[in-house]
């Protein structure tokens, strides 16, 4: 079956230091999405990108959606202690079923 | 507008019991879908559930079970409960589900089986 891997699974950085989480598929995706779960909290929606290519701001953040579809980035600019929290990315199955989330990427930001 | 609702958030059982967990989504929402977030395995799809008909299922063994009523209300069972059941359960509605769309989680449903 599908399967969706992200990298690092834990990343320490101090506070302004850039912080990158990469995610591949094993299928071609129709999109993807990320989301940021804080510690205690649940999974919120960040974006989804569509397009092949595709690059997406918000303010600090940066996403970009692999040429062939099968890899994504998250890049954080300046971390603050506020980006703290475990970041998926999520694909859906090849039929559009389902999401399947990846194992995600825990930033942990050091003041 | 009022955000995905799940009860209870906690609950304790022991080995063999069963257990009985609800999630009423976003208004207009249409698809509840469930998954199991352990440390270990990280988030794992249960089902899918859009207008009342399960739509897709995850690789679970049979003691896990859904159902949505027609208000759009979900709720999942889990029989003969297992240590390995312990895990924080997570609802999250949509307006179309399958995977596509923003999904909107519930806080969850934290699960301990003693």
């Known amino acids: 079956g599908q399967q969706v891997m992200q990298i690092p699974q834990y990343q320490h950085v101090q506070e302004g230091e850039d912080f990158t989480t990469y995610c591949n598929s094993s299928t071609t995706l129709s999109n993807i999405q990320w989301y940021k779960q804080r510690p205690g909290g649940h999974p919120v929606f960040l974006i989804q990108l569509v397009k092949s290519g595709e690059v997406k701001k918000q303010k600090r953040l940066t996403f970009q959606f692999g040429e062939a579809k099968k890899n994504s980035s998250l890049h954080i600019t300046a971390t603050q202690t506020t980006d703290v929290g475990t970041y998926f990315c999520a694909g859906p199955d090849n039929a559009g079923n389902m999401l399947t989330f990846g194992g995600g990427t825990r930033l942990m930001v050091k003041p | 507008k009022a955000g995905v609702t799940q009860t209870p958030r906690y609950l304790i059982k022991t080995r063999g019991q069963q257990v009985t967990l609800s999630c009423s989504p976003i208004?207009?929402?249409?698809?509840v879908s469930w998954y199991q977030q352990t440390p270990g395995q990280g988030l794992q799809f249960l089902f899918e559930?859009?207008?009342?008909?399960?739509?897709n299922k995850g690789n679970f063994p049979g003691r896990f079970s859904g159902r949505q009523f027609s208000n759009s209300r979900s709720e999942m069972n889990v029989s003969t409960l297992e240590l390995g059941d312990s895990a924080l359960y997570l609802c999250?509605?949509?307006?179309?589900?399958?995977?596509?769309?923003?999904?909107?989680f519930g806080e969850g449903s934290r699960l301990t089986v003693l």
């Open positions: 559930y859009f207008s009342e008909t399960q739509r």
């Open positions: 999250a509605s949509s307006l179309y589900g399958g995977g596509t769309g923003e999904l909107f």
């Open positions: 208004s207009g929402h249409r698809s």
